[in-house]
DNA sequence: CCTACCGATCGGTAGG
DNA sequence: CCTACCGATCGGTAGG
């Protein structure tokens, strides 16, 4: 059993490396238009040897979108317990939504993109994955709203919605080891959430009727 | 020359139905997901029978996503001259720009996922149009805060990708046919990123310090 | 628009 | 992990 892997090894294992080039490659040309071949050949080995570390095509698609799944799931749901006021909780989802998209920019064009592609259980489960997340939204906001920090009158679906949209769209134009920091992103988008693009109408007097 | 195509005839051509299946199909499937054999079959003809009408796979992809993008420029490219406010140019923008999504979800979809697809010259076209798409909503935005309307503090840039990605988003969960209106979905988001989530604090007296 | 076909490539396997 | 190979399917074409 001893020696199947490297153990006190840094290096990623065959299929670590496996699932990681297919990241790229899934994220960069598509699931479907990467062949078997392509992917081995950036591993420089042969097609068929890809067979000796998996169990085919579908897997590898099926795993790199359960881990994104997941990786979404560990940075929110602890959230749920954190003792935060509604503001700083829903900074704090937006914060460590983005982060999670920020460090896998590749990951996450998969996760979106191809997930359609899935065979159906694997499918079914991104779906229920999909309605937790924006449950898990939803909850944020109906808690700000009956906290009387949010609009009474919010529209908590489209709410959950501008701020799902908000986050998850990153993934089409934030560059990493650019300027802003997941962390910038986000609180410059909660910022305009909240208080709104428009400037506020200071101190202005209660006029008569007309 | 009289016949090649039903003069008086609501019909479609040929041509026009290949890129309305092939639309569908595509983002169902995802381009390189569809088969020339699975668009023929839709059609009830033989593979080899499209080529009667169009060149090539390609050419369909890239005149769907040209499509998308014209339907995007003659909707709101024209808002450049009309006389509005800033909010009201913003709002009708955002109802246009989600009004060309939710009546055109394949479409969009396939504009969305499957343009990196495209061969350098259409692609180069799409990443100029995206481009322009963007100093359009920044240009918008930038008027506001001429105008006094906007806060004077925005980051233009990032107000513009919160525009873009609320509207962009939809793509994802706009339902045709259901309860909301492109309108709706639009005046909502404007109301939210304008006056912002917050309940605000009003009439609050002006303290003396510390 | 069909029949018949092209070379290329696909995901995957057997046997080593 | 490789060699050699499988049947299936791909986009596209010739000739009618």
Redesign the pocket.
């Given at each position: 059993m001893i020696g199947d892997r490297p153990p006190g090894s840094s290096e990623p294992s065959?299929r670590e490396q496996i699932y990681r080039v297919a990241g790229r490659l899934f994220s960069e040309r598509g699931y479907h238009a990467?062949?078997?071949?392509?992917l081995a050949a950036e591993l420089g080995?042969?097609?068929?040897?890809l067979?000796?570390?998996i169990s085919?095509?579908?897997e590898l698609l099926s795993e790199i979108v359960q881990r994104a799944a997941r990786q979404f799931d560990e940075a929110l749901f602890s959230l749920r317990t954190e003792d935060l006021t509604p503001q700083e909780r829903l900074r704090e989802a937006m914060s460590r939504h983005l982060t999670v998209i920020a460090e896998n920019m590749e990951t996450a064009t998969v996760f979106f993109h191809e997930w359609k592609h899935l065979s159906p259980e694997p499918l079914s489960a991104v779906i229920s994955w999909r309605d937790g997340i924006e449950a898990f939204y939803r909850e944020l906001i109906a808690q700000g709203v009956e906290a009387g920090v949010y609009r009474l009158d919010l529209n908590i679906k489209m709410a959950a919605n501008l701020v799902l949209s908000s986050v998850n769209w990153a993934y089409t134009w934030y560059r990493p080891g650019g300027q802003l920091s997941p962390q910038d992103v986000a609180a410059s988008f909660e910022q305009m959430l909240l208080s709104g693009l428009e400037q506020p109408v200071l101190e202005k007097p209660i006029r008569e009727k007309k």
């Open positions: 065959r990467t062949s078997m071949r392509d080995i042969q097609g068929g040897s067979y000796a570390h085919g095509k579908e």
